[in-house]
């Protein structure tokens, strides 16, 4: 009898045990997992936002540091359509002429594969409840020319906050360890680029 209770037991021992080895083992992956997830979507939209400032860059001659105006951009906005035509009154036809023949709207430019997308939630960051992208710009001397730069950062706590919080925390020490923004950047402050640090 005491011999039957005690096997219960310990196999009831061995199963809640073999449970907390399987769990301990997979939180990390489970974490990673949802991490690569999330770093995927926040990366696309910080890439539309690059797109987005690049081609109001184009026209402005400098970055917007505020979200409405470059979602007013985008919707209202508008990209000549031009055609390079020969010139006539040139006989080796050496020489074109721009010809604007059309407008195209800017949002349909950038965003017409992508039927779904929708302009207003470009400065919302995923998984953060409704928070936005901290974007900033400015313009900086870079061998005695003055060149627009844009900055957009998320750190790990604003779109991880619903993760184990010890797990963010060593992610966001590891990247300060290696010298690392402890989150997603696109651009800098300080250079002329927009490239981002996942790439």
Same mark, same amino acid.
């Given at each position: 009898?005491?011999s039957?209770?005690?096997?219960?037991?310990?196999? *009831?021992?061995i %199963?809640?045990?073999?449970?907390?080895v399987?769990?301990?083992?997979?939180?990390p992956i489970?974490?990673?997992?949802?991490?690569n997830?999330r770093?995927?979507k #926040?990366v696309?939209?910080l890439?539309?936002?690059?797109?987005?400032?690049?081609?109001y860059?184009?026209f402005?001659?400098?970055?917007?540091?505020d979200f409405d105006?470059? %979602? /007013?951009?985008?919707?209202?906005?508008q %990209?000549?359509?031009? @055609?390079?035509?020969?010139?006539?009154?040139?006989?080796?036809y050496?020489?074109t002429?721009?010809?604007t %023949?059309g407008?195209?709207? *800017?949002s /349909?430019?950038l965003f017409?594969n992508?039927?779904?997308? @929708?302009l207003?939630e470009?400065?919302? #960051?995923?998984?953060?409840?409704?928070?936005?992208?901290d974007?900033?710009?400015?313009?900086?001397?870079?061998g005695?020319?003055?060149?627009?730069?844009?900055?957009?950062?998320?750190?790990?706590?604003?779109?991880?906050?619903?993760l184990?919080q010890?797990?963010?925390?060593?992610?966001?020490?590891?990247q300060?360890?290696?010298?690392?923004?402890?989150?997603?950047?696109?651009?800098?402050?300080?250079?002329?680029?927009?490239d981002?640090?996942?790439?």
């Open positions: 009898m005491k039957s209770i005690l096997k219960v037991v310990l196999a *009831i021992g %199963i809640v045990l073999a449970y907390f399987y769990a301990s083992i997979m939180e489970r974490f990673e997992k949802t991490l997830q770093n995927a #926040i696309s939209h890439k539309d936002i690059r797109s987005a400032q690049t081609l860059k184009q402005h001659n400098k970055y917007t540091s105006t470059l %979602i /007013d951009f985008l919707r209202n906005g %990209i000549p359509i031009v @055609k390079m035509v020969a010139d006539p009154t040139d006989t080796t050496t020489r002429i721009n010809d %023949i407008y195209i709207a *800017i /349909d430019s017409s992508r039927p779904n997308f @929708k207003d470009l400065p919302i #960051i995923p998984y953060s409840d409704g928070k936005k992208f974007m900033k710009t400015d313009m900086v001397d870079k005695g020319v003055i060149v627009p730069v844009i900055e957009v950062v998320v750190p790990y706590e604003v779109y991880l906050s619903d184990d010890q797990d963010v925390v060593n992610l966001a020490e590891r300060k360890a290696m010298n690392r923004y402890p989150g997603l950047v696109m651009g800098s402050l300080t250079e002329a680029t927009t981002g640090n996942w790439e």
